[in-house]
């Protein structure tokens, strides 16, 4: 990339001159499309980001959010952040996915927190391509491998497979940080003149270089060759010292303000965190430790190189913070100072940067870029088979069990996972505040290729349904919004639609979006991504404990929310997995009235007494979430009205629950949602179905070789 020239003559006209090299490149990354959000910016005021909860909001390395208060008063924050690595992860599907891990701890580290969960929310192309499997298995592989040796365990997330991620794969990366002690939180906004900048962490090297803008341009034919130098190559063993560093750091009361170094290295962190302070800063960079000799200025200033922090120290804490890092074999520099002036950096006795830093990091020009809005499906719905529907749905990858992916992750680290992965949604016991939090993270890439808008609304209301099976409250969420290249009017318009589709049942569930991140230009010879809106939702409750996704064999099987034809309406199956396997088209379902009423009273019917087991109601529809129950001996018995497709409608806003007090679930849906009785469950081992009059019956063994189809595959 190079600078616009539009871009270049408003430099010019602010500088009074020509940018130095080093200035332009500052600028062309720092305005790239991943840093400056300059085509997504003008959506993102859709989003409510404000509750009593939220600490910090949008803006900052990651949001801060309060937990409800415990019994003796105390408080206690957790941060949320979401990250993507796509660009990277489809050059080197390791390092790329492995930096990204990385990079969203860090961010948790800046705001004074120890991380304390990861998920990971993955798409790919078709399972069935070799080039697919190649990326999914490398990006596990390096999601696992800094995940487990940083000590940070990863309990939920998703995994999707699209033909049109082929050229362009989406690693998406959320992390939770606790702040036990509201005292210790920080933010990455520079305080006071005077005070000194301290880089603590890896030497600096030549990786990574211009990774910002890699990550705001499509990717070539030859990618995986000529930007290989743009992607960062990570240590997970200095990530675990930089962590427990970060800790000694805040007990000690050591630092004001801190910035890991990600996007656009040394040159974005310092820049951003000065500019946050209406600040400046004099930065020597001769003085940054160094991997390689003869590193010039520009490479300096915007190497990527990982596992590095910028702290801003006052001039008497300075050698302490040397002490801690040498005590944790981390290198550290005192490379500048904050200032009332510009962001100056010198090299080799030169001025190479002059500028002044709320300039460089906010005065990009936002993009008008037009829209086409997107069609609406006609129907054209096929009826097969329910033997060969049930088989093929339930054998999909996007359907099919994910355990492949989920134990390579050591999900149990930290002793705080009560309820682990393959479940709606994982349940962490966050004992200092005597809370259970319930983390949720996905998309579901059908939805929203079918139907942007309402499938951008079908994904909040998924999430927030997961945490509602296991009892829990949701609380806040950030967002990942990845999209192809916004200069296509049709591309541009299906991410203006899951912006305000996703805000909109974000709104309605009364979930603040605290944070987020944007991925634009995920768009490869292939052609464009679909519009992929990741949420990661986070819910609280009184307890740790949940009701299983598994059938316990000893109660009444209950539907909750819209069946397949109530009201004598016919199933809609736009998006389903059902049509992605035999074709046709149809209009996306409609989500419930009361979305935000059916949460709340999904979440406080799960955590009864009388509850045996819960799950909610999405990928595959009703025919999947059964199959899915079906566990050992436990099995069930059901009765379905409608054709074959009404078993696979995949409406959101539904919950089976199994309990046994059928008619207080009915009276606690009363005038919220529909309750439907769909048969018993019993100790058959198997799933028995009725449908129109016709019964199939699938063995658990059957139904689990159906759903292992990635591990047998893959092994």
């Not at 991943?34 to 989003?47: E, I, Q, V």
């Not at 300075?318 to 510009?342: C, F």
């Not at 349904?465 to 916004?486: F, I, R, S």
């Amino acid at each position: 990339m190079s600078l616009d020239d539009s871009d270049h003559e408003l430099i010019v006209d602010h500088l009074g001159r020509e940018p130095t090299p080093a200035e332009a490149a500052l600028f062309e990354n720092l305005w790239s499309e991943h840093c400056a959000y300059r085509s997504s910016r003008p959506l993102l005021s859709a989003f409510d980001s404000e509750g009593e909860q939220v600490v910090v909001g949008p803006g900052d390395d990651a949001a801060v959010v309060s937990l409800p208060a415990g019994e003796d008063g105390s408080e206690a924050y957790i941060t949320m952040g979401v990250e993507s690595h796509n660009h990277p992860s489809y050059v080197d599907p390791f390092d790329g996915a492995a930096t990204g891990v990385g990079g969203i701890v860090r961010d948790t580290l800046s705001m004074g927190a120890y991380p304390i969960a990861l998920a990971d929310s993955l798409y790919f192309g078709d399972f069935d391509r070799e080039h697919s499997r190649y990326l999914f298995e490398g990006v596990v592989e390096g999601i696992s491998h800094y995940g487990n040796c940083i000590g940070v365990p990863t309990v939920t997330g998703s995994v999707a497979f699209h033909d049109d991620y082929e050229g362009n794969p989406l690693v998406n990366v959320a992390c939770i940080g606790l702040i036990d002690d509201p005292d210790r939180m920080v933010t990455a906004e520079a305080q006071q003149p005077g005070n000194k900048l301290v880089l603590v962490g890896n030497a600096t090297g030549r990786d990574g270089l211009g990774g910002a803008s890699f990550a705001s341009e499509d990717l070539s034919e030859d990618a995986e060759t000529e930007d290989r130098p743009a992607v960062q190559v990570g240590d997970p063993y200095t990530e675990k010292l930089l962590i427990e560093a970060s800790e000694r750091l805040l007990d000690e009361d050591l630092i004001e303000s801190a910035r890991d170094l990600g996007a656009a290295g040394l040159g974005g962190a310092s820049s951003e965190m000065v500019a946050k302070g209406g600040l400046g800063a004099d930065i020597e960079l001769d003085a940054v430790h160094q991997r390689e000799p003869n590193m010039t200025a520009l490479e300096i200033l915007l190497s990527e190189s990982q596992e590095r922090m910028c702290y801003e120290v006052t001039p008497e804490n300075v050698e302490e913070v040397k002490a801690v890092a040498e005590r944790y074999d981390l290198g550290a520099s005192v490379i500048g100072e904050v200032t009332e002036g510009n962001y100056r950096c010198t090299f080799e006795g030169e001025t190479v940067v002059d500028v002044d830093a709320h300039f460089l990091g906010e005065g990009a020009p936002m993009n008008d870029l037009p829209t086409e809005p997107q069609p609406t499906a006609e129907r054209d719905l096929p009826d097969a088979d329910l033997d060969a529907a049930l088989e093929s749905v339930l054998s999909s990858p996007n359907t099919a069990s994910k355990r492949w992916v989920y134990r390579q992750y050591d999900h149990e680290v930290q002793v705080r996972t009560s309820v682990r992965p393959g479940d709606d949604a994982a349940v962490l016991a966050v004992r200092e505040a005597d809370v259970g939090l319930a983390f949720s993270s996905g998309a579901d890439p059908n939805w929203t290729d079918a139907a942007p808008y309402d499938g951008a609304r079908a994904v909040a209301l998924e999430n927030a349904t997961n945490l509602a099976a296991k009892g829990a409250v949701p609380h806040a969420a950030v967002d990942c919004l990845n999209g192809g290249n916004p200069e296509k009017p049709d591309v541009y318009g299906g991410f203006s639609d899951i912006v305000d589709g996703l805000a909109e049942m974000c709104r309605r569930l009364d979930v603040p979006v605290v944070g987020g991140n944007v991925s634009l230009y995920n768009d490869s010879p292939s052609g464009p991504i679909p519009p992929t809106p990741t949420l990661a939702v986070v819910g609280t409750k009184d307890s740790y404990d949940a009701p299983p996704l598994s059938l316990s064999g000893e109660g009444d099987i209950l539907l909750v929310g819209e069946g397949p034809v109530a009201g004598g309406r016919e199933a809609r199956l736009g998006g389903s997995e059902y049509l992605s396997a035999f074709g046709g088209t149809d209009r996306f379902p409609a989500v419930p009235e009361d979305p935000s009423g059916f949460v709340e009273t999904a979440a406080a019917v799960a955590d009864r007494e009388t509850t045996l087991a819960t799950h909610d109601v999405s990928h595959g529809g009703l025919a999947v979430a059964l199959a899915e129950m079906v566990s050992g001996d436990a099995g069930a018995s059901v009765t379905v009205d409608g054709s074959t497709p009404a078993l696979f409608d995949e409406r959101p806003g539904r919950v089976v629950v199994e309990t046994t007090a059928p008619e207080d679930v009915r009276a606690a849906f009363d005038g919220v949602a529909p309750v439907t009785q769909l048969g018993s469950a019993d100790g058959s081992g198997t799933l028995s179905l009725s449908l129109d009059g016709e019964t199939t019956t699938l063995e658990a063994e059957q139904i689990q070789a159906y759903r292992d189809v990635i591990a047998e595959t893959l092994e």
